[in-house]
Each structure stands twice: as structure tokens, then as C-alpha cells.
T-cell receptor, first 113, second 116 residues
């Protein structure tokens, strides 16, 4: 199955700043997914990113706040913009391996102060 | 839309006790079903999966059977260990025939603590 390298693993950021999270996959994949896991909560899908097209955002998430890039079939970034303490969460990327399997990155633990 | 309802936690058991975490789902067609585990401070790991009715997924002593008639995928383990302490998530992905995007829908998660 695919292996995902996600970084940074954690960060502490000042409110009003932005953080870009990167995910690198060791194989080509069509779809990549970005999730948020707020403290003590389950995972919520932020958006689905396909190479060569704009990401598709779920209700409650907008491109201005969470811009996503997908320049090729092995890489994607998620930016958390103009951060506030409410953005403190774990952010995870995931890929569909196409064999009824999903692989997750190790997550980025973000704290906004 | 698709949804997953998972037994509320937290669950605290003694070592070697029997574990059941209930999971039911709502979806059209025949989704694929998963259990993921998240150990403290770590990301998600696939524990087991089932892709069609009556399939049984199993791994590390955990089992779950895809029950179409009851739309359930309950997780069981006959004898838990301290090292099983983690958060467990039930999840589904839509059936290919549904035409939906293939993202996972997660349950709320169940925190399991196993005491020695």
C-alpha cells in the first residue's frame, strides 16, 4: 500500500499567521483527501484534491481559509490561513489506494496561540 | 447522505476481558466498511476491513463481520491487552456503483482503556 510522508508533524503558531502542511506519496494516486480532527473528536473531511483541478470542499470549509494545491499525482499541500485558536486540531491527508484501502499520513498537530 | 453511528465511549476494561464496540451505518448500495485505530499521539492505522456482505475482517485478534441485514459492523476481541488502549473509529466508503466520491465517512470514535 501507499506510504505518505506528512510534515510538519506538529507546530505552534501565532494567531493571524498561516501554516502550510505537505503530503508526499510514494506512488501516483488520483485522489487525495484532507481531514481535520479537532481535540477529542472524530475526523471531518475538509476537501478532496484531484490533480489538475480545483479541490472540492465540504460544507463549512472554504478555499480562502484552506487553500489546497495538487501540482502532481504524488504531492499536495493544505494551508491553514489566518489562524485562530479554533483551528487547533490534527490535520491529516489520506489517499485512496483504489483497492478498497485508504492510507493516512501521520498527521500534523497544530496549536494556535 | 452516508453516516456512521458508533458506540459512545469511553470504554474501560480489565486485561483479558471481551470487547465489543458497536457500529451501524447508513448508506446506499454496498459500501466498504473499515475499523481504524489511533494510538496515543499517532496517526490512523487500518485495523481491518470488509468489502461485501457477510465478509469478516480480522487482524491482531480483532474481528468484525459485515452484516447487511442489520447494517452493522461491530468490532470484537476475545481478550484485550493493555496495548490495545487506543481510539477506535468505524468508517465507510461509498460503493463504486453509487458514483459518489470515495472519501471515508467516520464514526465519532470510541476511546478504549485496558487496565492491567
Amino acid at each position: 500500500s501507499a506510504v505518505i510522508s506528512q510534515k510538519p508533524s506538529r507546530d505552534i503558531c501565532q494567531r493571524g499567521t498561516s501554516l502550510t502542511i505537505q503530503c508526499q506519496v510514494d506512488s501516483q494516486v488520483t485522489m487525495m483527501f484532507w481531514y481535520r480532527q479537532q481535540p477529542g473528536q472524530s475526523l471531518t473531511l475538509i476537501a478532496t484534491a484531484n490533480q489538475g483541478s480545483e479541490a472540492t470542499y465540504e460544507s463549512g470549509f472554504v478555499i480562502d481559509k484552506f487553500p489546497i494545491s495538487r501540482p502532481n499525482l504524488t504531492f499536495s499541500t493544505l494551508t491553514v490561513s489566518n489562524m485562530s485558536p479554533e483551528d487547533s486540531s490534527i490535520y491529516l491527508c489520506s489517499v485512496d489506494t483504489g483497492l478498497n484501502g485508504y492510507t493516512f499520513g501521520s498527521g500534523t498537530r497544530l496549536t494556535v496561540v | 447522505g452516508d453516516s456512521v453511528t458508533q458506540m459512545e465511549g469511553p470504554v474501560t476494561l480489565s486485561e483479558e476481558a471481551f470487547l465489543t464496540i458497536n457500529c451501524t451505518y447508513t448508506a446506499t448500495g454496498y459500501p466498504s466498511l473499515f475499523w481504524y485505530v489511533q494510538y496515543p499521539g499517532e496517526g490512523l492505522q487500518l485495523l481491518l476491513k470488509a468489502t461485501k456482505a457477510d465478509d469478516k475482517g480480522s487482524n491482531k485478534g480483532f474481528e468484525a463481520t459485515y452484516r447487511k441485514e442489520t447494517t452493522s459492523f461491530h468490532l470484537e476481541k476475545g481478550s484485550v491487552q493493555v496495548s490495545d488502549s487506543a481510539v477506535y473509529f468505524c468508517a465507510l466508503s461509498p460503493s463504486i456503483s453509487s458514483g459518489s466520491a470515495r472519501q471515508l465517512t467516520f464514526g465519532s470514535g470510541t476511546q478504549l482503556t485496558v487496565l492491567p
